[in-house]
């Protein structure tokens, strides 16, 4: 039994481990996640809430885990463990019975899973928590305490410093599907024909008002001043539109659109066109820096002077467009998208992206960009006019290096003390 016990308690915490980790890597999409859930149950009202929420969460899992993997806190860490069941458990049973979300998102963007293949993982933990509570005086103790304290102070400030970087800067680790190199064109095309058209297809905005909303035509949208909050932008295709998904020859198809300010569908333009194209992204104009407004400036002269397109690709608010204008000055031009695909795309607000006949070349926010260095000559004659290369696996093990560093420095301590009492006990022995 207390073998069984011991292969269920590491099961359980590397289970925890990589759910909490993979959502400190990615905060934001942990965000959009439960906006999503929240929206869903009617508490819109919540959604301001979701950030510290989705912290929080992921926090929570990886330290359980860690807590589970150590042994240490078993009452503690078994209590929380359980509660975090007992709230995904009966919500993954609806969604397995109902469909009405696609993706739970409890591994983030890493792993998807079906509703029915995240209701059968979420079973087996509850049975697995279950045995842990009634035999958890036989869970395998890691460590003693003082190297305890200094690992889980240690991983909490890896994981505050990694949810740090995924909601204000990009993640350490992307498992979004724009990453550098994506040929973003072909990504959204369908047998060489761009899903334009989507062309097949109207929009409509998502406003709030008193709890209430009401969706609108791009053409009639309400009055700021009269209540009424924007939330969000909805594709609605005709239903004489074949998926052209199923043509497209690859499953690496990517949602992504772009409208102009007419409401026309110019994605084609936009990723067909030859040459360099920026992309300046906000999922809210009115929560993006204005600190880095000399920032914008600057690349947009750049992007003019050397014949590059230049586009602000946000969500479409025409009062915070108004708003950002007036507070700016800008005369670039704005395109817009949906909101979730904008904050898919970059975590920071304002982030930048630059594509090369439709193909991703590099992301960055905004605030760390180097605009004098990118200015200083034309694209083809320096790297930020190449694809930037990102080793995601080589980045993996040096997160791993990072996390464990405490505990490798624990076994380079004890191992030698163990051989030498083991050699010591040997010789005299053998005296």
Not at 180 to 203: C, N
Not at 335 to 344: A, G, N, P, R
Not at 357 to 368: A, V
Not at 406 to 414: A, K
Request: glycine share 6%; with cysteine.
């Amino acid at each position: 039994m207390r073998n069984v016990v011991r292969i269920v308690q590491f099961a359980v915490a590397a289970v925890f481990i990589f759910s909490g980790l993979v959502k400190c890597i990615d905060p934001v999409g942990t965000s959009i996640k439960i906006t999503e859930y929240l929206q869903y149950f009617g508490f819109g009202m919540l959604t301001d809430l979701s950030m510290g929420l989705a912290w929080l969460l992921c926090i929570a899992e990886f330290l359980c885990g860690v807590n589970l993997l150590l042994g240490h806190a078993r009452i503690l860490t078994l209590l929380v463990s359980s509660l975090l069941m007992l709230v995904f458990t009966p919500l993954t049973l609806w969604l397995a019975m109902t469909e009405a979300i696609q993706d739970c998102g409890c591994f983030g963007d890493a792993v998807h899973l079906t509703n029915g293949q995240t209701l059968a993982k979420n079973l087996v933990l509850d049975a697995m928590i279950v045995l842990l509570w009634l035999r958890r005086n036989l869970m395998y103790r890691l460590l003693g305490s003082t190297f305890y304290f200094v690992n889980i102070y240690w991983l909490f400030g890896c994981v505050v410093w990694l949810c740090w970087l995924g909601t204000w800067r990009e993640p350490f680790i992307d498992f979004r599907p724009f990453k550098p190199g994506t040929d973003l064109k072909a990504a959204v095309m369908g047998e060489g024909q761009l899903q334009e058209d989507k062309a097949g297809s109207s929009y409509i905005c998502v406003y709030e008002k008193d709890g209430v909303r009401q969706q609108f035509p791009l053409e009639e949208l309400p009055s700021e001043e009269e209540g009424w909050t924007f939330v969000e932008t909805i594709e609605v295709p005709n239903d004489d539109r074949s998926d052209d998904r199923e043509g497209a020859g690859s499953n690496e198809h990517i949602d992504f659109f772009v409208l102009d300010a007419e409401g026309n569908v110019i994605t084609d333009s936009i990723l067909s066109r030859p040459g360099y194209t920026f992309l300046l992204l906000s999922h809210s104009l009115d929560k993006a820096s204005q600190h880095d407004i000399d920032r914008i400036e600057q690349l947009s002269e750049y992007a003019e002077d050397n014949g590059y397109a230049f586009l602000c690709l946000t969500a479409r608010d025409p009062r915070q467009l108004e708003r950002w204008k007036f507070n700016t000055g800008a005369e670039y031009r704005f395109v817009f998208t949906d909101v979730t695909i904008v904050e898919t795309i970059c975590r920071s607000n304002p982030g930048v992206m630059l594509l090369h006949d439709g193909i991703i070349l590099w992301k960055r926010p905004l605030s760390i960009l180097d605009t004098e260095g990118l200015a200083s000559g034309k694209l083809n004659e320096q790297s930020s006019g190449d694809i930037e290369e990102i080793d995601q696996q080589n980045r993996f093990l040096s997160l791993l290096v990072l996390l464990f560093a405490p505990f490798i420095l624990f076994l380079l301590v004890e191992i030698p003390k163990t051989i030498h009492k083991l050699t010591s006990k040997k010789d005299s022995k053998n005296a």
